[in-house]
């Protein structure tokens, strides 16, 4: 496993702290008598950036759902923020400390999910009045304050029909953020957008990062990635088979699996950084990781 | 233009409320008080009536029709006769009693060879009882022509009997509209508790293997059991059934548990029960549709920043879903609309009711159930009209877009 040390101060962008945000122990989810998550271990530190890539079906999106139990996981010990959780448990302290973990996390989803009857601004309050009893006038300069930050300062009394993809998603950040979460999910947000729209999302969580914020992003923007992230987690059939710097997961994989992931999905996503490395079609291997010489981090 | 369209809804359902007083006052009915001696017919009223409380000038003249109260007495019905102007008329058939309508009064009903045209006639009847009693009956009446019989519609009878049936009118949209709040609730209820099922008890007892947990959740399904039930039942027999079983069987087990008369229910709200509890089953599950309409992401959303599940309910799935089961709901309210009908069975005096006692009293059912129609198809039209209303209002999003585009 990196340890933050490692990367504290990479590159100089933001600062990665010894508290630990985020311990997960031996985290199992079945679905019916299919097995999902096998086993997950993560500890995430103050300030870091964790992304998650893997295949589809690998199980990121479910790990990323039970951190916040949108899924139930089956069995595990979940911490976040202080708040410690054993998996498989019922009842209302169950429920009480599941609500206290959620209010940890900050959660962005691939399809937005913003309140369709609800604008831009009623969207972002709609949390801190109901759950932490904020009052409205307070809440909505919050509101107006965050909206400005995502960069939708002309667009707050807007609805989401009437916002493009990456608006939508800003709203979405913003209405995240507005519940001061130590922890920021996100699963995929931009693999609903539009080839243009991604950049100011991506600008937007980049932000975040800078500022500070603890994330953990399943996501295959491998630009991204290279540029924010300090860790990658490569994911394949319910367990982490790989993960380290960027620089090393994705030019320099141990394993055969990540190798032949990365060779599917490098010459697509990231043309130019495949043709640093001489691959140019599809399914073509990656270089053999002692061929290359270390330290080709991304600018 | 938005309280304009407020303050002229608040206006109508003043009116309509008014107008249901009315309609509710029982109308002072002519009723001989002179006591009579056992044995001896009383009559009450006759057709053509010259007293007639709406002043209603014309005769069909092909039947004459007393109204009596037998007082324990039998009629010989062969004996009876009529004279008009003096002259004892030539019948069609033998004079006969007319299907009771009331227990209290009966109706004898001589058919005539002939019909008469327009014209002062000066009526005699002799009722002959089997025990020999004669009892003597003269009136005059001024017809002014054949109503019914002449034209198969008659505009005269639509315009006399148009607000006996209008006031009709107005309690069917009281029973529409009482009928249709009750059934959201029990809608709302119902499809809340039909969507309570979370998962089975085996995959319960497969994740959990708590006896505590499997106790929680029997208790935690009775309200999917009742909801189930209900719509069950109330979508499994007839409505008219429903209407019967409510306004007869409940007096019947009142008097079997020896409780006052006064707690039957009255018709209006006999009638309002049925309907309420037939409708809410089916909008029970054109509500669960639309709950399940909205997509699973928006609980999600809802949950992730900290929202309880009933806060998830209220604020955010059930807003969508009223949006979404409009269209639904006013299907089924303009359908209610029709069905109040039904409830003419147990004597409410709706719409079609009145219609039919119109037609009865002109004989001209053409002309009185054409009254009836046209009032129920503007009620349909002027409630989807509103509906439409409805829809655009609750379209927020657009109207703020229009909103926008104006400045």
């Known amino acids: 496993m990196a340890t933050p040390e490692s990367n504290a101060g990479r590159q100089g962008r933001h600062h990665v702290g010894r508290e630990v945000v985020v311990k997960v122990e031996g985290l199992h989810k079945y679905f019916g008598r299919n097995h999902v998550l096998r086993g997950v271990d993560l500890e995430v530190h103050k300030g870091e950036v964790v992304v998650l890539i893997g295949p589809s079906g690998s199980g990121k999106s479910t790990f990323l759902r039970c951190l916040n139990f949108l899924e139930d996981p089956t069995s595990g010990d979940i911490t976040i923020g202080g708040v410690h959780v054993t998996c498989g448990g019922h009842g209302s302290a169950f429920k009480r400390a599941v609500h206290d973990i959620r209010m940890k996390c900050g959660m962005v989803f691939q399809e937005f999910n913003l309140f369709p009857h609800k604008d831009a601004t009623e969207n972002v309050i709609e949390g801190p009045i109901l759950v932490k009893g904020e009052k409205k006038d307070e809440a909505i300069r919050r509101a107006h304050d965050l909206l400005t930050k995502v960069g939708l300062a002309e667009r707050m009394d807007y609805f989401p029909s009437q916002l493009s993809g990456g608006q939508k998603q800003r709203v979405a950040i913003a209405r995240a953020m507005a519940m001061d979460p130590v922890l920021m999910l996100f699963d995929e947000p931009t693999s609903a957008l539009d080839p243009e729209l991604i950049g100011e999302v991506l600008k937007v969580m980049k932000g975040l990062a800078d500022g500070g914020m603890t994330m953990i992003v399943v996501s295959h923007e491998m630009g991204f990635s290279r540029d924010v992230a300090d860790r990658v987690v490569y994911m394949d059939e319910g367990q982490f088979i790989e993960q380290g710097p960027p620089s090393q997961v994705f030019f320099h994989p141990r394993d055969e699996r990540t190798r032949r992931f990365l060779r599917h999905v490098l010459p697509e996503k990231e043309p130019e950084h495949a043709a640093e490395l001489g691959i140019t079609e599809v399914g073509q291997d990656l270089p053999a990781p002692e061929a290359t010489p270390g330290g080709a981090e991304g600018s | ?407």
């Open chain 2, 1 to 407: 233009m938005k309280r304009r369209a407020g303050i002229a809804s608040v206006a109508l359902m003043a009116a309509l409320l008014a107008l249901l007083v009315t309609a509710l006052t029982p109308v002072a009915l002519a009723a001989s008080p002179s006591p009579a001696p056992e044995g001896t017919p009383v009559v009450t009223g006759t057709i053509p009536n010259p007293k007639d409380p709406k002043g209603i000038k014309n005769w069909a003249g092909d039947r004459v029709q007393v109204n009596f109260k037998p007082n324990g007495a039998e009629l010989d019905l062969a004996s009876c006769q009529l004279f008009i102007d003096g002259r004892e008329e030539q019948l069609a058939k033998e004079p006969f009693i007319v299907p009771a309508v009331s227990r209290a009064t009966s109706t004898l009903e001589f058919p005539l060879a002939a019909k008469h045209k327009a014209g002062k006639y000066a009526f005699k009847v002799i009722l002959v009882t089997t025990d020999g009693q004669h009892v003597e009956y003269s009136w005059d009446f001024l017809s002014e022509g054949e109503a019914g019989s002449g034209s198969l519609v008659s505009v005269r009878v639509m315009r006399e009997w148009f607000w006996f049936i209008a006031e009709g009118a107005v309690v069917t949209v009281e029973l529409t509209i009482i009928s249709i709040a009750f059934a959201c609730v029990f809608a709302l209820f119902g499809s809340l508790g039909r969507l309570s099922k979370k998962m089975t008890f085996k995959q319960a007892w497969d994740r959990y293997h708590s006896w505590g947990y499997m106790w929680r959740m029997v208790l935690g399904r009775i309200p999917y059991w009742v909801a189930t039930f209900y719509t069950s039942l109330f979508r499994g027999t007839p409505l008219l059934l429903q209407i019967y079983a409510i306004y007869m069987v409940i007096p019947e087990i009142i008097r079997y548990f020896g409780l006052p008369e006064s707690y039957n229910p009255p018709p209006f709200w006999a009638g309002v029960a049925a309907l309420s509890l037939n409708y809410g089953a089916y909008l029970t599950e054109v509500f669960r549709a639309g709950i399940q309409a909205v997509p699973k992401g928006q609980n999600e959303a809802a949950w992730a920043i900290g929202l309880s599940g009933w806060q998830t309910q209220r604020r955010i799935v059930l807003p969508q879903a009223f949006k979404i089961v409009i269209p639904a709901v006013g299907n089924d309210f303009i359908a209610l609309i029709k069905d109040t009908s039904l409830v003419s069975v147990i004597t409410v005096e709706e719409l079609l009711r009145r219609s039919q006692l119109a037609g009865a009293a002109t004989f001209s059912f053409f002309s009185t159930l054409l009254v009836a129609a046209a009032f129920y198809w503007a009620l349909t039209i002027f409630f989807s009209f509103w509906q439409a209303k409805l829809e655009t209002r609750m379209a927020r999003d657009k109207a703020r877009e229009r909103e926008q585009e104006k400045k």
